[in-house]
């Protein structure tokens, strides 16, 4: 057996992480909504969301996310009147890289081609072949909360 002197195992570790921090990669979660199911998080109001396409980059439980207005209600989101709302994880479900802002309901990861559906989440070409992870959205008197 090898041994290797702490020195040179502290060295890799941190040239790992460098690695990581710089290719924008994050640490990939299914369920990240999980933690806002006691509080919520306010994402907004309906006046953030003046247009289809429009969207809001926000946090959610320490999760890079996007809030867009769709066109259409999809099943993930929430419907308040014709205001059809997704909030998505920016987090690639490919190798955790952050994707892109939402392009004619399109969210693409530069680091290796992946495309997602705005309106699902759904991967709609590889590398990636899960969806991005969803949070559950409740409209609220006061706004628009992500739930869980
Ligand atoms: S990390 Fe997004 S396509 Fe590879």
Known sequence: ???ISRRAALSTVSAVGSVALLSG???QNSNPGASLAKTGAKVGTLRDF???GSFIETELADTPAVVIRLEKASKEGLSI???HLIALS???THLGCLVNAPKAAVLGCACHGSLFDANTGAATRGPAGTP???FKLE???DGIYAVG
């Open 25 to 27: 990669c994050l640490p």
């Open 90 to 92: 920016k987090v690639c």
């Open 81 to 83: 009147g014709e205001v």
């Open 1 to 3: 057996m090898k041994l």
């Open 139 to 141: 409209a609220r008197s």
């Open 132 to 134: 991005l992870a969803s």
């Open 50 to 52: 003046p247009s289809v």
